[in-house]
């Protein structure tokens, strides 16, 4: 590299960068940064087998299975735990995700200005809370308010559906930790779909309006299909940190390890079950149990996350930018 | 957490989502192919690793190990379990200056597996080793050998009501099979007369995690109720027929204080400690017995046990249901488990110099000195003829066959 002569043709195929020894550092080290993410995933699962060979070479697959966990009896069945998992994500999803849409459209289409940041970043503060604080807020505020009168109340008006059976004075239950999930899920929603709505064009809007369109037939015939990926992508980030929410759960969910009967018993989530477990696993496969069962945990995640992008990518392909 | 920090930040739909909506007609697809791709890959590359069993390792990788247990300094020793005995474990090695002794309080369970791999010089745990555990012990097997003693006691959180209500093993058992569901019953009404019991239902504690604390627990109720014992029987774990789980002593007795009309069960020590209302239970003399250290050393005295050998079964040793009038009926052991001979269980991991520091360490523990700090801590210190049968199962501790030679300080 002479500095007299910045632009002199070394070769045709270089004229336009010359091979600087800063810019192959640069690139040597983002380089390890990428294939070190991978690595780090890989070595993850590879423990997460490893510590799970035992019960894998023992029972195979056959505990995603089984309906029964009791360790001093040598039987290792997940299907609580599972179902615990999926039950409570799915009923925060449930809880969140209007709320949050309606935030979202709120703080988008409706409110005025001035108030718009504020509540945006008061919404946001929601998701700097540590879990284990959402944690204490549910055992300490939301399971005694659920004993006293939600569950009774719950299982006198909507008993007849049946999923408010069984006896309601336990406060920590698959619904208090789904309440408390949900909380923890709407910021996320809220800012996935808030942005993905602001970034809808003026234009889309006030053609819209134009047409004669009511604020509610712009929001669902305009806005919403032309934010949906955006909704979408954040719908999914709240479900993963629904589905491996550790600390909130165990603190509100009961850790019954048994197959709930209701809505309003307690019952045990996958990670719950993890942490509590396993410095006090007694029996020899009791650990490699729990390692099978966190590499379920993360094939549910994987499956929901794969899926997720699956819709994404169709939604995207099918509504193509919103109405033309 | 990741999530957390992605809702936390504004930017990650805007611009993202706006060129990502532009790019998505043709991109989308690849992204998805790409993403599954990987994906597969790394399935296939661990399935094949599985197979082709790169997994197989040594032992003892599972985390729980407390670091540096086979330390080279011969005057360092490492032990790691139960949290009952956690602290009374800390106040000794913190008194004990011949050697540096460190102990991780990880709960029994993890103290009877760290023994097992061999990751820690003691283990120690409230329950003793079931057959299966026996089994797993690699050879040369190692001693049982009872330190100090605890008893489990009903906690609850009944406001107003004041001084120790009363339970019997029959009340209990109903109780913790869901027979029994509110406060204001005839059977324990007859029990506490003059007591009003609030019209209430009862929410049920237990342990979530295995624990000494239930073995003793689940025994009590077993010797009490014939439905409990054949549908339940006693062990550290429990398919708990109704209630939520906490973790640990510490995690029941929270999960008590702040949750109106529960029940639940804890060591002597944390109900003492946190200041929670515990209750008198009935012993089999019909006596009502407000578990202290005279009643449980009462109990483990004249439950007149007789040890089986220092490496054979005990699960069965039980000090519960004593026959004295005054005798606390909850009562348990607490155990450490040693190798019989340190030379062949660590080979060169331990040198003769730290399994001389060890054995005097343990003939301290159970001598004078190491258990006249049980009191103040609320356990019992050990009896007499439990210290003789304890320092004769030391003493038969060896290394590669030859007696170790002993020097307990003072």
């Given at each position: 590299m002479t500095r007299g002569n910045p632009f002199r043709p070394s070769s045709s195929r270089r004229t336009l960068r010359a091979p600087r020894i800063g810019d192959r550092i640069f690139f040597v080290l983002t380089l390890i940064g990428a294939l070190g993410v991978v690595a780090v995933l890989i070595a993850v699962v590879a423990a997460l087998f490893h510590g799970a060979q035992p019960a894998l070479q023992q029972y195979g697959f056959s505990p995603v299975f089984g309906r029964i966990w009791n360790p001093s009896d040598y039987v290792y069945g997940f299907v609580p735990f599972i179902l615990g998992t999926l039950v409570t994500s799915t009923i925060a999803l449930l809880i969140s995700v209007p709320l949050s849409l309606g935030a979202a459209i709120f703080l988008t289409q409706h409110a005025p200005l001035w108030l718009r940041e504020p509540v945006a970043q008061v919404i946001q503060l929601l998701a700097a809370i540590p879990s284990v604080v959402y944690g204490l807020w549910g055992l300490i505020i939301i399971t005694p308010l659920m004993a006293a009168d939600v569950n009774p109340a719950l299982a006198s008006y909507l008993g007849w559906t049946g999923l408010f059976g069984g006896p309601t004075n336990y406060g920590e239950n698959l619904l208090t930790a789904s309440i408390v999930l949900s909380i923890m899920t709407v910021p996320t929603i809220t800012a996935f779909s808030r942005d993905a709505m602001e970034a809808v064009p003026r234009s889309q809007k006030e053609a819209a309006i134009s047409l004669g369109a009511t604020h509610w037939e712009v929001t669902r015939r305009s806005i919403v299909p032309y934010a949906r990926s955006g909704i979408v992508a954040g719908i999914v980030l709240g479900l993963g940190r629904a589905l491996g929410e550790t600390m909130a759960v165990t603190m509100t969910i009961g850790n019954r390890n048994a197959i709930p009967t209701s809505l309003l018993s307690p019952a045990q989530s996958i990670p719950s079950l993890i942490a509590t477990d396993y410095f006090e696993a007694i029996t020899p496969n009791e650990i490699p149990a729990l390692f099978e069962m966190a590499l379920i945990l993360l094939l549910i995640t994987l499956a929901v996350n794969i899926g997720a992008r699956a819709i994404l990518a169709r939604l995207a392909l099918g509504s193509g930018v919103g109405a033309e | 957490m990741s999530s957390t920090q992605a809702g936390t930040n504004t930017p990650p739909g805007s611009d993202s989502d706006s060129t990502m909506m532009r790019r998505k007609k043709g991109g989308g697809r690849g992204v998805m192919i790409a993403v599954v791709a990987v994906v597969v890959v790394i399935i296939l590359i661990l399935v094949g690793g599985y197979a082709a069993g790169w997994f197989k390792t040594s032992t003892g990788s599972g985390g729980t190990g407390s670091g540096g247990?086979?330390?080279?300094?011969?005057?360092t020793l490492s032990g790691a379990g139960s949290t009952l005995v956690a602290p009374l474990m800390f106040q000794w090695s913190a008194v004990y200056t011949s050697s540096t002794v460190g102990y991780s309080s990880v709960g029994s369970g993890a103290g009877i597996s760290d023994i097992t791999s061999k990751t820690v010089d003691y283990g120690a745990s409230d329950a003793p080793l079931n057959p299966p555990q026996r089994t797993a012990i690699p050879s040369p097997g190692v001693v049982t050998i009872p330190e100090s003693i605890g008893a489990a006691v009903p906690i609850y959180n009944l406001p107003g009501i004041s001084g120790h209500l009363r339970f019997t093993g029959q009340v209990l058992a109903a109780i913790y099979l869901g027979?029994?569901?509110?406060?204001?019953?005839s059977a324990l009404q007859t029990i506490n007369p003059g007591v009003t019991l609030p019209n209430a239902n009862i929410v049920v504690v237990h342990r979530s995690d295995g624990s000494g604390t239930t073995f003793a627990w689940s025994s009590f109720l077993a010797a009490a109720n014939a439905t409990w014992k054949t549908t339940y029987g006693h062990s550290t774990t429990i398919n708990w027929p109704v209630g939520i789980g906490a973790k640990g002593n510490a995690g029941v007795t929270e999960t008590v204080q702040v949750t109106s009309d529960a029940i639940g069960y804890v060591d002597i020590n944390y109900a003492l400690t946190n200041g929670v209302a515990f209750g008198a239970v009935q012993n089999p003399s019909g006596n009502y017995i407000v578990a202290n250290i005279t009643n449980i050393a009462s109990a483990v005295k004249d439950a007149n046990v007789v040890f089986p050998s220092p490496t054979g079964d005990w699960y069965n040793v039980t000090v519960e249901n004593a026959p004295g009038a005054q005798d606390y009926p909850i009562a348990t052991y607490t155990y450490l488990f040693v190798y019989t001979d340190l030379g062949k269980a660590y080979g060169s991991s331990m040198s003769l110099s730290t399994a001389e520091n060890l054995v005097n360490f343990l003939l301290w523990i159970v001598g004078p000195t190491g258990q006249s700090y049980a009191a103040p801590l609320y356990y019992v210190p050990l009896s007499p003829a439990t210290v003789t049968y304890d320092t004769t199962t030391i003493d038969s501790i060896t290394y590669n066959g030859a007696a170790i030679t002993t020097c307990v300080p003072s």
């Open positions: - | 247990c086979k330390s080279p300094t011969p005057a027979d029994m569901t509110n406060w204001n019953n």
